[in-house]
């Protein structure tokens, strides 16, 4: 995910890795750390689908564009789980342990871009997730939501991941609202993969849970992971938006009154 780190670069990092919460990391299956390598198909059709995104607004450029990652693996990130801590290497910015809610004044409206990359969807309270995030963003800044779509894709898979919703574009849109926050794009994306969840879906209903992860996620072999990377790359290069998908991407700025 290098052309990310380069596309929006950061000023100021943070420490390498520095432990800033209080309450205990939360659980998160370590399996799905190593089913999820930065060079996965899914990781890089997400990434191109943001950097589309992010284009649109201009934001390259910017001399100096600050980033802040809650729940993930880039730029400044954040995150307390520390087997995803332990995995946030080679990029310019800093990983820490923290709690977003303990609301550190130094990180206080410091952030150009918020991402909040597959990270909601595992929270009970999204909306006060979501109005909390808004502590971290730059008077003007965005946040950047991609989260799993088509609720009733839900499987074995989600529950393993501990993903609690899927969404649609009205229940993503009103979350958003009710936290403050404009949308400036919601967009589906990922159509061909629709169709490949649903297969996945079926298919897991016969898995041993302990295998549920990696199964649904990773590739079974080379081949197949190279039709899904031709797959990727002809559906992003013959629409820029499709009309549904099995992921949906945000971007949303601070509501005005």
Known sequence: MNEIY???????????????QTTSSRDFPAVWYDSAPEDHFWMTWR??????HLRRLSLEGRAEVKAFDIGSWTIDGCDLNENAISLSRGHNGG????????????LQHKYDVVFLLDVIEHIQNPVEFLSTARFYMKRG????????????????????????????????????????????????????????AALRKAALAFIKPQAVIRRG???????ADKILRLVMSAELA????????????????????
């Not at 380069?6 to 800033?20: Q, Y």
């Open 141 to 196: 800044g965005y946040m950047v939501i991609n989260v799993p779509a088509i609720p009733v894709l839900y499987s074995k898979y989600d529950v393993a991941v501990g993903h609690i919703r899927r969404y649609t574009k009205h229940s993503l849109s009103s979350e958003l609202s009710a936290a403050e926050l404009t949308v400036e794009t919601v967009t589906y994306w990922g159509l061909s993969l629709v169709i490949l």
């Open 6 to 20: 380069c596309s929006l670069r950061k000023v100021d990092p943070l420490s390498t890795f520095e432990s800033l």
């Open 95 to 106: 990983s820490f342990l923290y709690n977003i809610f303990e609301l550190r004044k130094d």
């Open 238 to 257: 013959m629409a820029r938006d499709v009309p549904y998908g099995a992921s949906l991407l945000a971007i949303v700025r601070e509501a005005t009154s």
């Open 217 to 223: 996620f990773v590739p079974p072999s080379i081949i």
């Open 47 to 52: 990434l191109r689908v943001i950097l589309e």
